[in-house]
């Protein structure tokens, strides 16, 4: 027993790897929130009027609410006058049209996270638009996206480009009022990944946007955007780190999805950002609004996300089954350790007749850390024959973390089918012994063991994320078990 | 209007005073008083509180309701049907002691049975040394409520290994209009010792009133309690009954609640687990029409060892809104906790609507549990069988949805109860031609 013990804590104490800063000359707007500094932005980003009403009516409406306080999570009220809105990594003139007119430091900077951006022109592998604080600072394969049709670029250039497409459905899954968190973002927001792809185009090849937090004292807002026309199919891709700091900082993005007849988008998540240290100082807070609405017949919307990192995740991806046959999925893994806290789940809203939701969601908590899933299954009147099926199991390491569950089911429709199904376990000894016994390493073991536990989830998971997703987790836990 | 009700409870209070039980005890005046401004204050609970998000009880705050002053007249035979054959039996009418109409049982060796009114004359300091013990945060407005204006109740003392052989029903009849019945009830068996309870509660008449019952159970070391609900109340009732209950080392609770009647109901049941305890949580409720039925329940781990298991089953008719939420709450020091929760629920128009939150908060690590939830509809290949075996869809569905709730029904070990609470159901159950003796 203790000899594994202190294997399996000593596991659980690796370091955070992503957590360096990039020295870089960067255009820093000073701390502070009001109505110029987001004329400010919108005047940086050269957008449409009606972009800039659009982001003070937000504004607006965000100094009426007060900040959410139903979460299972604490943390310290969050200051935003102290903190900077708009970040950038100076460049000279008008920005990079290729990944030779990037700054080489910034270059490096990915190639540290493990994304050679000038690589991948010709490992033909995939598209990555790479954010950087507030920017967007290169957008791969645009040439071989576009041959397709398919439109994948920041959503700062999308406003210029495409104003029409982002007037239409910008703020249509997520209204601007819909919580505190997207009418801040919705008021505030920089950049992003913007994704179209046209009628019956499947998209050739897996998009990614790579998400990095560098500046001091700077809050991340991005703001992505995803429209799938009739009958196209696109999978979609988004990691993010940022570096080790005392102080915490807040990462608020907005998320939409909007599939339309026919269409399928599946979104994965491996989210990073530095969690604090051991003893719960620094650290990313991570108040995030991830919607997908099934607007057409027979759409689809997978969310499968591995979050690993933060101080406090709170998000809640969800999907809004309007269409007919519309199928919404929801895969988790949240790993909390040390003083982590998780409030994560998903909501899935039955509209449409024949609709279906699947969730799986994996809680793992150690140390003294919090994780909690919270999920709603709404079934309105009209979704005949909605089916849904829910699962979520917790894994508790040690004896000072927490593991809970919150699911709340509504339901107006008699022909429809719930279940629902929570468990709560620990890696058990034996299970530990039978490893060892065969040779395994106690770490090993419960590395093994950990993703045994998540394998429904992984499973779901592109290729090379998957790989990595494995190893964040044998991370994560170092300095866990007990 | 949110201020008329609270001045009309506070203004019933100053009239009641002298006559509420235990009014010469100044520990409980002072407990009453404390209860009646937290009241005044707070009111009853809004949809807003998280634990209340479900169920909306305006409707409770635009009537007054007043305790019932003089000797409400009951007929016995109307209360025939509510009575459990060879069971000990006190009967509060109208929230008041009735003694005509009991048969309290012929206390022996220190057993205390007996209406709070007795009790605070009595047995003062047994009262004072046990009474607001369990329930030490009153989390609701209906708790402060319940404690600032209980007009009556019982006092259940049982000592040290002893065990009561018949069951001890307590019968709540309302049966004037607008009447508010506020019972107050206390239970403490001492180690080792074993009691039947079941509690039930009767509307009769047509008028609506408010019933607001509390109940402190205290089940120490080594003992047995058996506590069983049977909520009857008539079709305009609002209801709130609380059970709050502490087992000690080595105890058991088995519960089991049936909800048939009521407009606007809430039942609720807490309990707290010591080392090795146990507690067994069984349910049915069934609504129709437009009645809104809210079962809440709490199990609370605190020590390692404990075992709970929970079955609620729910059946919801035409625009009838059912609730339920388990919490299951395991503490940091509780491990070897072992906790099931199961809740089934059938809806069978397409107005009704059931609202489900089961719970699982967890600081412990070695531990089993979990919680399995349904909702669905009768299947229709078990329909087909029974056609295809000569029985109409219609008698089939209802078949079919009796047996769904029979399966708790069943698990009464007592056979009068067994057979009284069939009678209920077969009652409340929407449309059968079911007959007893086809069973």
Known sequence: MSTSTQEIEKLIGQDYKQG???????????????????????????????????????????????????????????????????????????????????????????????????????????????????VSVATTFKEKLAEAGVIFCPISEAVQTHPELVQQYLGSVVPVSDNYFAALNSAVFTDGSFVFIPKGVRCPMELSTYFRINAANTGQFERTLIIAEESSHVSYLEGCTAPMRDENQLHAAVVELVALDNAEIKYSTVQNWYPGDENGVGGIYNFVTKRGDCRGQNSKISWTQVETGSAITWKYPSCVLTGDNSVGEFYSVALTNNHQQADTGTKMIHIGKNTRSTIISKGISAGKAQNIYRGLVKVLKGAENARNYTQCDSLLIGDKCGAHTFPYMEIRQPTAQVEHEASTSKISEDQLFYCMQRGISAEDAVCMIVNGFCKEVFKELPMEFAVEAQALLGISLEGSVG | MSVQFKEHYVSQYSALQASLPGTGLPWLNALRKQALDRFSRSGFPSPREEEWRYTNVAPIERKLFSPFVGTASVDSASLARYRVDGAACLVFVDGQFNAALSTVPEPGEDIVICPMGEAMEKHPDLVEKHFGSVIQRESSGFLSFNTALFTDGALVFLPEGMKIDCP???????????????????????????????????????????????????????????????????????????????????????????????????????????????????????????????????????????????FYKGILD????????????????????????????????????????????????????????????????????????????????????????????????????????QDELLDALPATNLRKEWL
């Open chain 2, 168 to 310: 001890l029903q307590l019968l709540y009849v309302s049966a004037s209009p607008d009447v508010l019945s506020t019972a107050r009830n206390l239970v403490v068996a001492q180690p080792g010792s074993q009691v039947e309870i079941i509690e039930s509660y009767v509307g009769l008449g047509d008028a609506g009133y408010l019933t607001a019952a509390v109940t402190e159970l205290l089940v120490a070391d080594d003992s047995y309690v058996t506590w069983s609900k049977l909520q009857s109340e008539n079709g305009r009732a609002f209801h709130f009954g609380g059970l709050y209950a502490d087992v000690g080392p080595n105890g058991r609770l088995d519960h089991s609640s049936f909800s048939f009647g009521g407009l606007l109901v809430r039942n609720e049941v807490h309990v707290d687990l010591a080392e090795a305890s146990e507690c067994s949580l069984d349910g049915l409720f069934l609504a129709t029409g437009r009645q809104h039925v809210d079962n809440h329940t709490r199990i609370g781990h605190r020590k390692p060892h404990g075992v709970s298991r929970e």
């Open chain 1, 20 to 134: 360096f800063v990039t020295d870089l000359d960067a255009d820093t707007f000073p701390p502070g929130l009001n109505e110029d500094v987001i004329a400010a932005i919108s005047a940086k980003k050269k957008e449409p009027e009606f972009l800039l009403e659009w982001r003070l009516k937000a504004y607006r409406h965000w100094l009426t609410l007060k900040s959410p306080e139903w979460a299972f999570v604490k943390f310290p009220p969050i200051d935003y006058q102290a903190m900077s809105y708009y970040s950038a990594p100076k460049d000279k003139g008008d920005g990079p049209k290729s990944i030779e007119e990037v700054d080489p430091k910034l270059l490096e900077t990915y190639k540290k996270l493990g994304i050679p951006l000038a690589e991948q022109e010709r490992l033909a592998g995939v598209a990555v638009d790479a954010i950087f604080d507030s």
């Open chain 2, 318 to 421: 035409q625009r009838a809104r059912g609730v339920f939420q388990g919490r299951v709450i395991v503490d940091q020091y509780a491990q070897k906790t072992d906790s099931e929760m199961n809740n089934r629920n059938l809806l069978l128009s397409s107005d009704a609507e059931i609202d489900i939150k089961p719970q699982l908060e967890i600081y412990a690590d070695d531990v089993k549990c979990a919680h399995g939830v349904t909702v669905g509809q009768i299947e229709d290949e078990s329909v087909f069988y029974l056609q295809s075996r000569g029985v109409d869809a219609v008698a089939a569905r209802n078949m079919l949805t009796f047996a769904f709730a029979n399966e708790m029904v069943g698990k009464i070990d007592r056979p009068a109860l067994r057979s009284l609470v």
